[in-house]
């Protein structure tokens, strides 16, 4: 059987998507890719959050299984929402890369004066560390980004250290710590979203690395019960069933944090509503400080 493999057009998306295709060839399996444009790809001029709600980067490749375009498409798990549309499954989590986030600088980190990122979590958490800091907005491809550290409009910028090493991307720098800077939730992982087609799903499934998906599922369990999308600065990070999670103000100010080991899902949720109504203030606050309506 031939499967038709789904995926954005960005360097690192095609080579999270290679990993995938090389892995299923390995099994017999012949695969062809197809490039969907997403409209995370599309608008690349203003800060994620202002482009729409979580899935910017995912929803054409639903449509495109959904409609029959292609068969399952590769992501970054970290950009699957929450709600998924009937008809599809997660049909298989790899292992897991480093789900630590990398601080990119030339020079001495003691002379940094201002770091680009778009996230708001990576933003608040490095206010946190650092009140005096100049944050600035940056998008674009790791290509694009780098390029504009090397041209000196940024001091440092914020990558995710599983895309470089992807990518096979060295530069100066050091790695951000994620009991420290907790990343967001699966962060680091790839993910194969299918139709829903038991024949499909089993052979998907051979890619499929138990402890990971336990580890995401957890991650994800607690950023539902939060239900802060992705305007709210908040990190999920769990290794082994050792969970840590939280909630920051967008000025990195005030932290809502909880750090526990968790035995299952509901556990999980559990700790998500607790975590939920301690930063509920601060999830407030973003929202209106964004000029958005909050609604849970």
């Known amino acids: ?26 099994l017999g399996i012949d695969v062809e890719k197809k490039i969907i444009t997403t409209q995370g790809d599309a608008i690349t001029d203003v800060p994620l959050h202002e482009i729409g709600k979580q899935g910017v980067f ?29 008809g599809l499954f997660t049909s298989a989590i ?11 600088y030339t020079g001495s980190i003691n002379h940094i004066e201002s770091i680009g990122t778009s996230s708001t979590r990576r933003r608040a958490q490095l206010l946190r560390h650092d009140p005096n800091i100049l944050m600035k907005d940056l998008r674009g491809n790791v290509d694009t980004r780098i390029r504009k550290l090397n041209a000196g ?31 967001s939730p699966n962060q680091g992982t ?19 690395h138990s402890p990971t998906r336990t580890d995401v599922a957890i991650e994800r369990a607690v950023m539902e019960q939060v239900g802060a999308g ?23 100010t005030r932290t809502e944090r909880i750090e526990t080991d968790i035995s299952s899902l509901e556990e999980a949720r ?24 909050y609604e849970k």
């Open 1 to 26: 059987m031939s499967i038709k493999v789904g995926t954005r057009g960005s360097k690192l998306a095609l080579a999270q998507t290679e990993t995938v295709c090389a892995k299923l060839a390995a």
């Open 58 to 86: 995912v929803r054409a490749l639903d449509d495109a299984i959904l409609d029959g375009e292609i068969d399952c498409a590769v992501h970054s798990m970290k950009d699957i929402p929450a709600i998924r549309p009937s």
């Open 94 to 104: 790899l292992a897991r890369d480093s789900p630590a986030d990398f601080l990119a």
């Open 153 to 183: 409009e940024y001091g440092a910028i914020v990558l995710a250290m599983a895309g470089l090493t992807r990518l096979g991307i060295r530069i100066p720098g050091e790695i951000l710590p994620p009991e420290k800077f907790v990343p």
């Open 190 to 208: 790839i993910a194969v979203v299918s139709r829903v087609d038991p024949s499909l799903m089993e052979m998907l499934s051979a890619l499929d």
């Open 230 to 252: 992705c305007f709210t600065p908040m990190g999920i990070y769990c290794r082994g069933g050792h969970l840590i999670a939280e909630v920051l103000s967008l000025d990195g």
């Open 270 to 293: 559990l700790q998500g509503r607790g975590l939920r109504t301690r930063a509920l203030d601060l999830i407030q606050d973003a929202y209106s400080r964004l000029g958005i309506t």
